[in-house]
């Protein structure tokens, strides 16, 4: 059964590094999602990707974090200049249409210290 | 007001009973309703996805959606002990990037 994948499973990076998650979405999806969800939390939407762009951003979003499609199947995620409270598990997620169902994949644990 | 609100627990039932899980919202714009299930340090798996009003089956699980009370639930029958998790609600309005409101969460647990 195709599924999203992610990597790595778990980083530790150090305040004020940059990091990159990377995602491959289900192959014949053609939205793609960030979300986050800090331990004991709601999962909260970041951003979602159609046609190499954003289509939407949620507030978190800031001028920290970009996306990007380099090639056919990755998306990745990266946070310029990681802070304490970035730590989270960042979920990817994908969707053939944008009103259809939503998967996601099983997680990045980012811890920053 | 949060828009979507969900009953954290923890719900504890024993093997073969019915479960209702319930979320209330505050946008009316949603339009799609999912069902996830999320095992501890897990990705959500989604289980059910409606679209606006009315009821959806799958198996053990039904779905249900009632836009006029913003108001939606899911239905565990014959619950076993593998259904133990976090089951979070996610709903969307169209046209919006369709970027998922999730609630909080509720935990489950099914003794045998």
């Known amino acids: 059964e195709p599924e999203v994948t992610q990597t790595p499973s778990h980083q530790v990076t150090q305040m004020g590094q940059e990091v990159i998650l990377r995602c491959v979405p289900i192959s014949n999806h053609l939205y793609f999602y960030w979300y986050r969800q800090i331990l004991g939390q709601k999962v909260e939407f970041l951003v979602s990707f159609y046609n190499n762009e954003i289509s939407e951003k949620s507030e978190i979003f800031d001028d920290q974090f970009s996306v990007e499609r380099p090639d056919g199947s990755n998306f990745t995620l990266k946070i310029r200049s990681t802070k304490l409270e970035d730590s989270a598990m960042y979920f990817c997620a994908s969707s053939r249409q944008g009103n259809t169902e939503a998967f996601f994949g099983q997680g990045t644990r980012l811890t920053v210290v | 007001q949060k828009e979507v609100e969900q009953d954290p627990g923890p719900l504890s039932v024993p093997e073969g009973a019915i479960v209702s899980l319930n979320c209330t919202y505050s946008n009316s714009a949603f339009q799609y309703f999912m069902w996830y299930r999320q095992y501890s340090r897990k990705g959500p798996e989604l289980l059910m996805y409606t679209y606006s009003s009315g009821n959806k089956e799958d198996g053990r699980f039904t779905a249900q959606v009632d836009k006029s009370s913003k108001y939606i639930s899911l239905f565990i029958r014959d619950s076993q002990p593998s259904d133990s998790a976090t089951y979070l609600c996610?709903?969307?309005?169209?046209?919006?990037?369709?970027?998922?409101?999730f609630g909080k969460g509720t935990s489950l647990l099914v003794t045998p």
């Open positions: 996610a709903m969307s309005p169209p046209n919006s990037g369709y970027a998922l409101n």
